[in-house]
């Protein structure tokens, strides 16, 4: 299952819109606000696919009957471009857990890269329902190899995978790879660079939000 968020004309392509434009980039707050905005959208699109139950709460006046979910999801991303992102879901599923990875590419020699995961911090998994997102899912493999080292150690429920942007690449790579997960994302580009970064993309997530690393 996949769900691309810019398949409908909602206000939601207009923070899209702005994550893309490289003079309002310049913005670093905003840049960082725009992820967050769409991290509340998506989340709220995940949350119509859980189970609820019906409960009572008292009001000042009287008894209101009210669909509330039964469980609360676990929330991870993988660091630092996936951080704005990832607080967007904080703040709909704010009882909810968090995990935190560290990936990052490891350039070879000749060009091509490995997926080297430093670090993984979660709390149990077993029989819950984990959201993991990142800003970008380009190639896929960061993605997959996290999800692979969590799914060796716990018994996920179910696995969500969120994005701002995807490239139709790394849709598939995912497939191949977690073809029980449900893909979320806003947008899917056609085309990735030698260096797979997509385009036509948004540059480099990480640097536009916090600053260029060294």
């Not at 994550?19 to 709220?44: S, T």
């Not at 490995?114 to 959201?131: A, E, F, Q, R, Y």
């Amino acid at each position: 299952m996949i769900f691309i968020l810019n398949k409908t004309s909602t206000i939601a392509n207009s923070f899209l819109a702005e994550l893309r434009d490289v003079n309002i980039q310049q913005d670093r707050q905003r840049f960082r606000y725009n992820q967050e905005r769409l991290g509340e959208i998506l989340a709220y699109e995940i949350s119509k696919t859980f189970k609820y139950t019906a409960k009572e709460v008292q009001t000042p006046l009287g008894i209101a009957n009210v669909n509330l979910p039964d469980n609360q999801p676990v929330l991870g991303t993988i660091l630092r471009a996936g951080l704005p992102f990832h607080q967007g879901f904080m703040r709909f599923f704010d009882k909810s857990p968090s995990l935190f990875a560290t990936a990052y590419r490891k350039i070879r020699k000749n060009g091509a890269f490995i997926i080297n995961v430093d670090h993984i911090s979660s709390p149990d998994l077993d029989g819950k329902t984990l959201i993991l997102c990142d800003t970008m899912l380009a190639t896929g493999q960061s993605i997959v190899q996290v999800c692979k080292e969590l799914m060796a150690q716990y018994a996920i429920k179910e696995l969500h995978i969120a994005a701002i942007i995807a490239s139709a690449e790394g849709i598939e790579h995912v497939k191949a790879n977690l073809p029980k997960a449900k893909i979320w994302v806003c947008a899917i580009d056609e085309e990735m660079t030698s260096k797979s970064f997509i385009v036509p993309g948004l540059g480099d997530a990480g640097d536009l939000a916090f600053g260029e690393k060294m």
